[in-house]
């Protein structure tokens, strides 16, 4: 049996997960469960399976609160009886318990981008000194590494990640900008959280996603492109230093890359999800990404290119302009603004110690709220 923590079990992927899970009991139990507010879901998720941990934050006392939830996720990450964390955690608040979970040697499924974006040489090094393993969950990682099929890296030549290009990705600079929550919320192809929609709606989510995979296939930038491709049936392209492509594809749903984080490198079967039928796919089409209308895209690469604590920095004003946007605060069109101000002021430094990704997050966030109360 396989103890699997579940970081976020009330979200979109922990839900997911939980479903994957309640179809192979005799592979998994779950034995920790945590989430951020929803009590009542939390509670029943419990009673259904029976884990041995269960924590639940944001009771709504301020910042004892905030140590509190952060302790009871590294406890969660670190347990005797879990071999596997999935990371569910939408945002900064995933990365402690990845870089725990790494450090006492567990698997880590990861659906938390942000971690390896903020730190990912942190989180690389605690999976070094830890003897811990990341397997992605995101679906265009989850695609790549099936793909390389345990080939040695030395074989992998170029990375092309798919994105659906999100809800507005035949829409007009002028609409896009002041386009509504509704409409940012009303993803095409894939039923996420709000954070993430929002990221797909303005492509930052395709940046988290190149610094993503630079870290995991330890690619240069410069050997990772984006494609957008509206019907999310191909999941990412890989090629091999022979010119030969590869594609992972599949009708769009988190199951398999869930279950696959899980069970990697076996195959189990499984029946949860639609089996491909290529006629139903239809035609398949692919565009470039359009970064005169999406800036947060090129923004992100390149502070994944300068690296340091740059990704760290562009992660926290995302995080901070995302809440506003959703807050009602400011236009969408205000999110890419927002982070360009703060990437322009940043002083990069070595991102070596939690300590300095910690306070370039700070310092992030700070700038972000005063630049959106500017306006
Ligand atoms: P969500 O908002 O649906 O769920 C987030 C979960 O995290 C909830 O259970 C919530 O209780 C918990 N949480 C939120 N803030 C917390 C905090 N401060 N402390 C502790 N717990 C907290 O988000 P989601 O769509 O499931 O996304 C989760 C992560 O997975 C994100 O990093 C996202 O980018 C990534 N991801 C999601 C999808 C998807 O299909 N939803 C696909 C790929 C990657
Ligand atoms: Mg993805």
């Not at 879901?41 to 399976?49: G, N």
């Not at 979970?101 to 938390?112: C, D, M, P, T």
């Not at 990705?169 to 192809?189: F, G, I, K, Q």
Request: with cysteine.
């Amino acid at each position: 049996m396989t103890g699997v923590a579940i970081l976020g079990s009330t979200g979109s992927i922990g839900t997911t997960a939980l479903r994957v899970i309640a179809r192979h009991r005799d592979r998994f139990r779950v034995a920790a469960l945590t989430a951020y507010g929803r009590k009542d879901q939390l509670a029943a998720q419990a009673a259904a399976f029976y884990p041995t941990f269960v924590s639940l934050v944001g009771g709504g006392h301020g910042r004892d609160d905030w140590a509190d939830g952060a302790a009871s996720l590294v406890e969660a990450a670190t347990r005797p009886d879990v071999d596997v964390v999935l990371n569910g955690i939408v945002g900064a608040a995933g990365l402690e318990a990845t870089i725990a979970a790494l450090q006492a040697g567990k698997r880590v499924a990861l659906a938390n981008k942000e971690s390896l974006v903020m730190a990912g040489e942190l989180v690389l090094r605690a999976a070094r000194e830890g003897g811990g393993e990341i397997v992605p969950v995101d679906s265009e990682h989850s695609a790549v590494l099936q793909c390389l099929g345990g080939r040695p890296r030395a074989d992998l030549q170029r990375i092309i990640l798919t994105a659906s290009g999100g809800p507005f990705h035949t829409w007009d600079a002028e609409r896009v900008h002041s386009a509504t929550v509704h409409e940012a919320l009303n993803h095409p192809t894939w039923k996420m959280g709000r954070k993430i929609s929002v990221d797909s709606a303005t492509l930052a989510n395709k940046a988290l996603e190149v610094i993503e995979a630079h870290f995991l296939f330890g690619l240069p930038f410069e050997r990772i492109e984006a494609v957008v491709h509206p019907q999310s049936v191909i999941h990412s392209f890989v090629e091999l230093v022979d010119g030969s492509v590869l594609a992972q594809v599949g009708f769009p749903t988190m199951e398999l890359p869930i279950l696959y984080a899980l069970t990697y490198p076996a195959r189990v079967s499984d029946d949860g999800a639609p089996r491909f039928d290529p006629i139903g796919a239809g035609a398949l089409t692919f565009e470039p990404v359009r970064t005169e209308v999406f800036p947060a895209f090129a923004l992100g690469v390149q502070a994944g290119r300068s690296g340091g604590t740059a990704p760290a920095a562009f992660n926290a004003a995302n995080e901070v302009a995302v809440a506003a946007f959703l807050q009602g605060r400011m236009p969408f069109g205000r999110i890419a603004e927002v982070i360009e101000v703060v990437l322009r002021r940043q002083v990069v430094e070595h991102a070596e110690t939690l300590a300095a990704v910690m306070a370039a997050d700070r310092w992030a966030r700070e700038l972000a709220e005063e630049v959106i109360r500017w306006a």
